[in-house]
């Protein structure tokens, strides 16, 4: 055998190489499937602020966990503080054990020991709620549940299944079964 023999079959051997492993690592043309299990992100200890069309605050959220699905992009948080500006820009506190924000945002919801707290701005009489599930939809400025829910407000408390809140307007509504009690001296001692 000559060298030229030789060169030629080590350049037949390394084109049929690199063809086959060109070949073994085309492009596939299957679809990629998402696992519904995996998440794209995760976050820890933050905190997010919204805006709305104007460019002004529509959310701030803070938690210490949040975990996005891949599948749907709804996110679960653990722990959520939801900060909801009103019309002056005062902000509610919304709290859970945990939340569900839907893919674009539009829709929160709380489950477990959720408390509202209204803003500490000294114009608005302190306003507490407690449920056990809250839906929220900010761009409406509302906040709904079917559960059963206690208000309180210095001097009354109310209590009912059902509640339906505006919170740019501060209007709430209980929506069935309520029952009210009014203390005037808690009302006196809170001005």
């Known amino acids: 055998m000559n060298w030229r023999t ?8 390394a084109a049929l190489a690199s063809g086959w492993s060109a070949w073994r690592h085309r492009p ?27 460019g002004k605050e529509s959310m701030t959220l803070r938690a210490p966990s949040m975990e996005r ?7 679960n948080i653990t722990t959520p503080l939801f900060l909801l500006p009103d019309a002056a820009g005062n902000q509610w506190e919304l709290r859970a054990e945990t939340g569900w924000v839907s893919a674009k945002g539009e829709e929160l919801r709380l489950r477990g020991n959720v408390s509202g ?22 761009d409406r400025n509302l906040a ?10 210095p001097g009354l408390q109310q ?3 059902g509640f339906e809140a505006d919170l740019k307007s501060q209007q709430y509504s209980l929506l069935s079964q309520v029952k009210t009690r009014y203390e ?8």
């Open 117 to 138: 707290d209204s803003p500490k701005d000294g114009k608005t009489p302190p306003t507490t709620f407690r449920t056990d599930a809250l839906d929220v939809f900010p």
């Open 6 to 13: 030789v060169l030629g079959l080590g350049l037949l051997f």
């Open 69 to 75: 699905s891949r599948a749907d992009q709804t996110s």
């Open 184 to 191: 005037p001296n808690a009302a006196r001692q809170a001005r």
């Open 159 to 161: 209590t009912g299944v």
């Open 144 to 153: 709904h549940t079917a559960a059963s829910v206690t208000l309180t407000r």
């Open 28 to 54: 596939s043309n299957a679809p990629h499937v998402v696992e519904q299990g995996s998440t794209d992100f995760v976050l820890k200890d933050f905190e997010i602020t919204t805006l709305d069309k104007e």
